[in-house]
């Protein structure tokens, strides 16, 4: 017998393997394992990316204009809230505010059922990839509304949970962060023969981009100071590790880069681990999911200062911060690294001390205790 019943909405629990669904599904896994009943509602596809945890009802929705890999939810249907009234769960946990966000939020206030949510997508910082950013007004109020009607509000790191506080965010806001799977990402997966296969000579220095390859991670300042660095120093390498729609253009920009298209499992930990730095300038990150597996497989990080990153890389510690408009810094900070090896492995070991805090037994047990505290167990 369960201890409780929770109904999760999402925009991607399956269609898509990021994150934001990697990470959903690893936490009601967990759930399960601890007899909490879930049902997950959310889009999906024919042919999902990846085989989800718990017991999934579909939703009506749509390709996003300009991204199809994208499914935006149009509605709770009469199917789906047929579900969710025989399911009658004791707790409401949105993780997005989109269309059907709104729909759970409005079903729980008819119902006063408890609600909370997750924030996992820092949707304003996508605004201006798509010159949008003169929506962003309307946008916070609608989330400042929304937000404001969780019991709790579950963020990733403290800088967001102050972020989201500047922006007028009124909730009772908790940090759930994020794990790692310190067996799986780790430095022993580092390979003569896996960096010769790529093409990687033993005293070149690996600049690896982990990530789907969209324009809002930032690629093209990625490829900026990649090329401008490789005119001067002939010995550093790009690894580009992920796929996505900018990939084509990407390849015009950086032709000399190895590509080794989306990879999971071992493929995945070993090309990490036989990087050398990671640099992801990215600032529309809400924690970096990457940052901390190119830390686990003891990589110095140079990311974007951005509220994602800035949680897991300590400036001049286990890597360098620097804000996305100065693409000097960027340039000036791997270039001391590639430079200086002794410095490089310096870092490299403090990431690998500061990734061991990441348990996700522990981070998905902080979540449940949260759970417990809205319930009143």
């Known amino acids: 017998m369960s201890r409780f019943k929770v109904a999760l909405f999402t925009g991607n629990y399956n ?139 579950y963020v990733p790191t403290p800088s967001m949970a102050e972020w989201l506080e500047e922006m007028g965010v009124v909730a009772d806001l908790k940090i759930w962060s994020r794990g790692i799977d310190t067996d799986h990402f780790n430095p022993e997966n580092r390979s003569d023969d896996w960096r010769k296969k790529h093409g990687f000579k033993p005293d070149d220095v690996v600049v690896s981009f982990v990530s789907r390859l969209v324009w809002e991670k930032n690629l093209k300042l990625y490829a900026d100071v990649v090329k401008r660095l490789q005119e001067k120093y002939k010995n550093l390498k790009a690894m580009i590790v992920g796929d996505g729609p900018a990939g084509d253009e990407l390849k015009q920009i950086l032709p000399n880069a190895v590509y080794t298209g989306f990879l999971t499992g071992d493929e995945l930990s070993k090309a990490y681990a036989n990087s050398d730095i990671f640099f992801f300038p990215s600032d529309t990150e809400t924690f970096g999911n990457v940052t901390l597996e190119a830390m686990a497989s003891g990589l110095p990080c140079v990311v974007a200062d951005a509220v994602g990153s800035k949680s897991l890389v300590d400036h001049g510690g286990n890597g360098y911060l620097a804000p996305v408009e100065k693409s000097d810094l960027f340039y000036s900070y791997i270039e001391k690294l590639v430079l200086n090896p002794d410095l490089r492995q310096k870092m490299a070991n403090a990431s690998l001390q500061k990734a061991g805090n990441y348990s996700w037994q522990n981070i998905n047990g902080k979540l449940l205790s949260y759970y417990e505290q809205v319930l009143d167990l």
């Open 15 to 153: 269609h898509i393997r990021d994150g934001v669904s990697l990470t959903l599904n690893r936490m009601v896994k967990f759930m399960l394992e601890n007899d909490i009943e879930f049902r997950i509602f959310g889009p999906t596809i024919d042919q999902p990316a990846l085989e989800h945890e718990g017991t999934f009802v579909s939703v009506p929705s749509v390709s996003l204009p300009g991204r199809p890999e994208y499914r935006v939810s149009t509605s709770l249907s009469s199917e789906a809230k047929r579900h969710l009234h025989e399911f009658d769960p004791d707790l409401v946990h949105i993780a997005t505010p989109d269309l059907l966000g709104y729909k759970a939020l409005r079903w729980a206030m008819d119902f006063d059922k408890p609600v909370v949510s997750s924030y996992h997508t820092h949707f304003t910082s996508y605004l201006k990839y798509y010159k949008l950013s003169f929506l962003e007004p309307l946008l916070w109020k609608y989330l400042n509304w929304f937000y404001g009607h969780c019991e709790q509000l």
